[in-house]
Nanobody, 115 residues
Framework: QVQLVESGGGLVQAGGSLRLSCAAS????????MYWYRQAPGKQREWVAT???????NYADSVKGRFTISRDNAKNTVYLQMNSLKPEDTAVYLC?????????WGQGTQVTVSS
């Protein structure tokens, strides 16, 4: 089973930046579509961004222009660069891997943005 390990979360002031990483085990990373989601306390899990195997990206309207998803297939890692952070970005951020019909989730990393 593929393991996904997120890192890079923390406490940051509004307007600041963080870079999240999600490292995947296994040898099929380059063939997987990768996603970032987030879940705030008491709220449903929310899709944030997607990067395809060819590098095409999509973003939720709430983060467009502030967040950038990227991937390094040589390192089996997907990143989420988060700039101009807002208190409403506070959540646990999780990465998801999808290849064919198989989906794997990481455990998440906490991001807290103070006002």
């Amino acid at each position: 089973q593929v393991q996904l390990v997120e890192s890079g979360g923390g406490l940051v002031q509004a307007g600041g930046s963080l870079r999240l990483s999600c490292a995947a085990s296994g040898s099929t990373f380059s063939r997987a579509t990768m996603y970032w989601y987030r879940q705030a306390p008491g709220k449903q899990r929310e899709w944030v961004a997607t990067i395809s195997t060819s590098g095409d990206t999509n973003y939720a309207d709430s983060v467009k222009g502030r967040f950038t998803i990227s991937r390094d297939n040589a390192k089996n890692t997907v990143y989420l660069q988060m700039n101009s952070l807002k208190p409403e970005d506070t959540a646990v951020y999780l990465c998801k891997r999808k290849i064919w019909n198989t989906v794997d989730w990481g455990q998440g990393t906490q991001v807290t943005v103070s006002s």
